[in-house]
């Protein structure tokens, strides 16, 4: 495939204690190419898909296989043998367990810290985050996500920040450093009737000389000019999940999909000479895994594969790209469990038209049994017994549940473990895990990764692929 065929579907810096001048090559950066088994590697492509545990990538490839006779692309890649695949430790500074600040500040500033810290270690000192390191070396960088832009995971690959809840500030330091395409969610971070101070970043922006685009017509118009960095903002707090977009026509047509955003991205910073890097996040995944919702996980998981599709096709028509895709941590543990009703159970969320989020929003203390036990079959196409709704809708009349990303307190858990029964799905947690993850890489550099890594050492192979050498 050509590259012009791809796009038709759809200062100085401190390296470690070295000063480099924005002219340095990459290959002469210490005398010498560090990457001498292959081929430097020009851009790199690093997919995320957040809080991925084993089992989402498993049952996202069985169900693509039951409903539509295909292998995930993560999996035909293994099965077609052309990627390089390790296990990662995906441990923090403070715990064995990491949140998504410590896990993108471990790639992205190459040392590990504490749960919730952006690059800053617990002395006060901060890590040159990676993204920044490349683009004071002339190569253009950019982050897309389904989350809010000034979310954990591109934050640490940006910027420093003491905390990842900061992201009115971040917001402010994405423009500071004049990164080249931001794609994501997040809107009241940026609009001056949601902040609290009141101040107008996207306004702030566009002085900075950004293109600013609030819907898919406006990052897809084809007149749109390349020449300017991009700032894109689709929906407050993270973007809808994909099983429910694929059932609303207003969503399709106001929100672009991962894939979509991917090859935007990829197609604006690839007009640089000097090269690209490139960050892309599935963060809706660790999402609905926080809320056990089988629904959303799989359907998300499956939105990060074509958009791995859209990075590997460039990859593959490019020849200078190093493609990473992994996730942070692994997230509640789901699995398909043995029963004599597993196989036809677990097809029956090939049915499925929405999420348990679609579900439990649009239900409230007046809501009768028969009505709920109605919107859960119109939902995932199987009717619940009239007592297990009853139950459920008892925890509208206090709304009490804790839970990560969970605000309105909601009965997630009730509902998965309701649900459990009609899909043979069953969860460990809804929290992170401390399981080691899958890592896989493609193209120049990809040489380098051994069968076993830390997260922290994907800083540092980056670097190499690109053949940037660190000095103490």
């Known amino acids: 495939m050509k590259r012009r065929d791809f796009f038709k579907g759809g200062s100085a810096a401190l390296l470690g204690a070295a000063i480099l001048s924005p002219g340095s090559t990459l290959a002469a950066l210490g005398g010498e190419n560090i990457n001498k088994k292959g081929k430097v590697a020009k851009n790199i492509i690093f997919l995320v898909s957040d809080g991925m545990s084993t089992g989402t990538l498993n049952m996202a490839n069985m169900l693509l296989q039951r409903k539509e006779g295909r292998q995930s692309k993560w999996l035909s890649l293994y099965e077609q043998n052309k990627v390089k695949r390790a296990l990662m430790d995906t441990a923090s500074l403070n715990s064995l367990v990491t949140d998504s600040a410590a896990a993108s500040s471990s790639w992205g500033g190459g040392k590990r810290v504490n749960n919730g810290s952006l690059n800053i270690n617990p002395d006060g000192s901060e890590n040159t985050p990676i993204w920044k390191k490349f683009k004071a070396l002339g190569k253009a ?49 940026f609009s001056a009737a949601k902040r609290d101070d009141k101040l107008d970043v996207y306004s702030e922006y566009k002085t900075g000389g950004y293109h600013v685009v609030k819907n898919r ?128 159970n677990f097809d029956r969320i090939q049915q499925f038209k929405h999420t348990n989020e679609w579900i439990l929003t649009g239900v409230d203390k007046n809501t009768s049994v028969s009505a709920f036990v109605e919107k859960v079959e119109t939902a995932h196409g199987y009717a619940i017994k009239k007592e297990e709704a009853a139950e459920l809708l008892k925890h509208y009349e206090k709304l009490d549940e804790n839970g990560i990303y969970n605000p309105k307190k909601l009965p997630y858990k009730q509902l998965a473990q309701i649900q459990t029964s009609y899909t043979s799905v069953g969860w460990g947690s809804m929290d992170h895990s401390a399981d080691y993850v899958e890592l896989a890489m493609y193209g120049p550099g990809s040489e380098l990764l051994q069968p076993f890594v830390k997260n922290t050492d994907l800083h540092q192979l980056m670097l190499k692929a690109c053949g940037v050498e660190e000095r103490a």
Not at 144 to 166: E, M, Q
Not at 321 to 341: C, E, M, Q, R, Y
């Open 217 to 344: 017509s406006g990052l897809l118009d084809p007149a749109l000019a390349t020449n300017a960095p991009l700032l894109g903002v689709f929906y407050e707090d993270g973007l809808p999940y994909s099983l429910d977009r694929a059932s609303d026509t207003a969503i399709q047509a106001e929100i672009p999909t991962l894939a979509e955003m991917t090859r935007i991205a990829i197609k604006r910073l690839s007009a640089n000479k000097a090269g690209f890097v490139l960050q892309v996040e599935a963060g809706k995944v660790d999402w609905a895994a926080h809320a056990n919702d089988v629904g959303g996980l799989l359907y998300d998981q499956i939105a990060f594969d074509e958009a791995l599709t859209v990075a590997m096709e460039f990859a593959e028509s490019n020849g200078e790209t190093l493609i990473v895709f992994t996730t942070d941590h692994g997230n509640a543990n789901p699995g398909l469990f043995s029963g004599s009703k597993a196989n036809s």
């Open 141 to 189: 960088a950019g982050c897309v996500t389904t989350v809010p832009i000034t979310h954990a995971t591109p934050a640490g690959f940006l910027i420093n920040s003491k905390g990842r809840n900061d992201q009115p500030g971040i917001a402010l330091k994405y423009l500071k450093e004049k990164y080249d395409v931001l794609l994501g969610g997040g809107s009241e971070f």
